[in-house]
Every structure is written in C-alpha cells, then in structure tokens.
C-alpha cells in the first residue's frame, strides 16, 4: 500500500462510452499526475496537477479530460476513446512538483481496454 | 537525446547478484529513483539517490551513481525470486520542473 488508491481497476469500454478513472492520495501531498503505460513503451506523462492548479498537459488529445477538486482527489474523465488509448493508466502524488520532497508515489493502475 | 535508456532484459539465477544499469540525459537532474513493478501492479518506489552522491545502500540494494558518464545502475544482492519485476530508472529534471522521465524498464528474470 503506498497510500495512493485507483478505481476502478480494471475498466473495459466501447469508443462511443464516457467513463471516470478516479484516483485518491492519503498522504497530505499537494501535487497529482496521470501517467499512460503502454506496452514496451517508457511512461508517458500526461496531467500534472499542483495545489490543484493544472501546470502540465503534455499534448494529450482532448477526450482525456482531467479534473482535479481537491489536493487529495483527481479524474481522469475518458470520451469516445480510440483502441490505441488501451493502456494501464497510473496515478501517482508527491509532496511537491519538483526539488526536494519531489518523490512520485504511484497508485497500482487502471487498467483500460477499449474496444 | 531525450531518452533514459535501460537494456530491457535480465536473467540472474536465485542467490546470484543482479545489476540494472540505465543512462540518462540531463546533467541538471537532481534526483534519480528506482521503481519496481511487480505484475499487474503500480509502480513500488524502490530508492533514490541525490545527484551528489556517489553511492547509497539500503539493504540488499546498491545504487552507484557516475554523473560524469550520467550512468545509473542498481545492484541486488543475494537476489530473490520474488525481486523478479520490471524496474524502471527515472530522472527527475531540475531545468523542467522536476519532470520525472522515465527509462522503457528493465525485466529481471529470476531462475530458481
């Protein structure tokens, strides 16, 4: 337990679908981010949020929309995804974004099949 | 480049010590971390090292650091097969924000 928990799990959707990945730290951290982990692929940054503030969106297409109402709590809310966006979509938190007490503690991942 | 590199597979037999190296890019970079994903699991924060530091050890883990080569490598000793997982070496980019990036991982395949 690293104190950071995803829901759903496991999450299967056809492309005209709209659904929510949610993510919750219990760590009193103020910074939270979406990863996408695909297969044989490095991590890919999506979303980061500080003090609930989005500073980061990394090119991702708008049907991945986040949301962030909470320093604890962050969406990632998913419409008319494509095949490709299959992947396992990880949450992580940290104290701060960057510099010391930036360490990234991650929740144990959606993992999203779209069909 | 812009990528941190890592070979993307190792097989050790049980008892044996086991090494993961990783490159990375950015001189600036201030911390370099170690993850570990066991199947069907997050990502587990395994350790970290400072950019000034040589060297760190915690337990049966040893992570040397070469800045001037931006060579990273992680060493378990007396490997286990539960340490069989992908371990994934991440930079954090001071002139980016902290931005963590992250290596493809390392598979450890641990022989009984």
């Known amino acids: 337990e690293t104190g950071v928990t995803q829901t759903p799990r496991h999450l299967v959707m056809g492309m005209t679908n709209k659904k929510s990945l949610k993510c919750e730290q219990h760590l009193g951290h103020n910074a939270m981010y979406w990863y996408k982990q695909s297969a044989k692929k490095p991590l890919e940054l999506m979303f980061v949020?500080?003090?609930?503030?989005?500073?980061e969106n990394n090119s991702v297409p708008s049907r991945f929309s986040p949301e962030c109402p909470n320093s604890s709590h962050l969406f990632l809310h998913l419409h008319t995804l494509q095949p490709e966006d299959s992947a396992l979509y990880l949450c992580a938190s940290s104290q701060v974004p960057a510099g010391i007490g930036d360490t990234q503690y991650f929740g144990p991942g959606t993992r999203l099949t779209v069909l | 480049g812009e990528d941190v590199e890592q070979s993307l597979f190792l097989s050790v037999r049980e008892g044996d010590s086991s090494v993961i190296n990783c490159t990375y890019t950015?001189?600036?970079?201030?911390?370099l971390y170690w993850y570990k994903q066991e199947p069907g699991a997050g990502l587990q924060l395994l350790t970290y090292?400072?950019?000034?530091?040589d060297m760190k050890q915690d337990q049966r883990l040893t992570v040397l650091l070469n800045k001037k080569d931006k060579h990273l490598s992680l060493r378990i000793a007396d490997t286990q097969t539960g340490d069989s997982a992908i371990y994934f070496c991440a930079e954090s980019r001071h002139n980016q924000g902290g931005k963590l990036i992250f290596g493809q991982g390392t598979e450890l395949s641990v022989k009984p």
């Open positions: 949020y500080n003090f609930k503030e989005q500073t």
């Open positions: 090292i400072f950019s000034n530091m």
């Open positions: 950015d001189s600036s970079s201030t911390y």
